[in-house]
């Protein structure tokens, strides 16, 4: 199923910028990051409760926001894109 997974670390702190990256790390593991705080990821049911104990184990609940959207096994209907960056197939491989 694909996930958007989206975040909002508050780094008005020093420790909220270590947060913001270990969160971003997280999800560059599961997969493709389309905006800044925004990552596309192509998961299994059990990595996804993966990733979402890994984020809450992170993130801050009383400084932090934190948002799952499932957009299913049929999501190549429900994402439209528009605009200067490419979007990227998240079940191709990606060649660095």
Do not use: W
């Amino acid at each position: 199923m694909l996930i958007l997974v989206t975040y909002d670390v508050a780094v008005s702190k020093p420790l909220g910028q270590k947060r913001l990256r270990r969160v971003a790390k997280v999800c560059e593991a599961y997969g493709i990051r389309v905006q800044n705080s925004v990552f596309e990821c192509k998961v299994d049911a059990t990595q996804y409760k993966q990733l979402q104990l890994a984020l809450l184990d992170i993130i801050k609940e009383s400084e932090d926001s934190l948002r799952f959207y499932e957009l299913g096994n049929n999501y190549k209907n429900k994402v439209v894109h528009f605009g200067v960056k490419e979007a990227l197939n998240v079940e191709e491989p990606l060649i660095l």
